[in-house]
C-alpha cells in the first residue's frame, strides 16, 4: 500500500466512533496476527509490522475521506483479509509447509468480493472501501509472489520468476511510473475487465502455488495470465495516454 487513500469524500465532521472502532479493531487482529506469525514462524517482525502499517494508514484514510457513521461489517472483512496477508508475510523469509501458503492465501482470496458485496448491501460503499480493497488485493499477489518465489524458480528451472514478479508487482511499478510520468495519474473508469484479470492474477498465483499442481503446469499459467495482466495495464495505460489533460 504504497499511496495514501483518496480525499475526495472529505466531510465537515470527523468520524471519531469509526476511527476509534477501527482502532480497537486493528488491535485485535494486531494481537492474532502476532500470535499467529509467533506459532508459524518464530517471530513476530515481519507481519506485525505490516499490519501496523495497514492500520496506520487506515486511520488517515478514515479521518480524512471517510463518509459514513459506521465502520460496517464489510470494512471489518477487508481488515481481516489485511490481517491474513500480514501472516502470510512471514513466509517470505522463513519457509514452511506450501499447504499453509496455499490455505493463507485461498482465505485471503476468498473472502475477496464479500466485503463489496456488504458494503452495497449496507450502503456503505465509499472510495476508501473501494481503495482499501483494492490495495489489498495488490498487497496479497505480492506477498504471494514474494513467498512462492523461490520455490517457483526451483521447480520451473527459474523460468518462471520473471512472470512470477510480474504478476506480484505490476500494479506497484505502476505507481512508481505514475510518480515520474504525471499522465499515468488520471482516473480511470471502472472496468469489469480490470477486476476479471485481477481475478486471474491471483488464481494463477495460488494455483502454482497448490502443492499439487503438476509442475508443467507451472510456467505456462503463470505466463499466460502474467501476459494478461500486462494487456490489461497496456489498455490503461493508452485510455490515460488518450485522456490526459
Known sequence: MLSSFPQ?????????????????????FLII?????EALFGTVFISSILFTIIAVICLRGLVLG???KVFGACNV???A????????????????????????????????GLDGWLARRAGLTSLFGARFDMEIDALLA??????????LSELSGGTAGPAILVLGFTRYAFVLAGMVWRGLKGALPSSIRRKAICCVQISALIIVGFPL?????????????????????VIDIAFLVRHRS
Do not use: M, N
Open 8 to 28: 475526495s469524500e472529505v466531510g465537515l465532521w470527523k468520524p471519531a466512533r469509526v476511527v476509534q472502532a477501527f482502532a480497537v479493531l486493528a488491535l485485535g
Open 33 to 37: 496476527v502476532g500470535l499467529s506469525a
Open 66 to 68: 471517510y463518509p459514513h
Open 77 to 79: 472483512i477487508t481488515t
Open 81 to 112: 483479509r489485511a490481517a491474513l496477508v500480514s501472516v502470510l508475510a512471514g513466509a517470505i523469509t522463513t519457509p514452511i509447509s506450501p499447504w499453509i501458503v496455499f490455505g493463507l492465501a485461498i482465505s485471503a482470496f476468498a473472502l475477496d
Open 142 to 151: 505480492a506477498v504471494l509472489a514474494l513467498a512462492l518465489l523461490s520455490e
Open 213 to 233: 499442481t503438476p509442475e508443467l503446469l507451472i510456467q505456462p499459467v503463470s505466463f499466460l495470465a502474467a501476459g494478461a495482466l500486462l494487456w490489461s495495464f
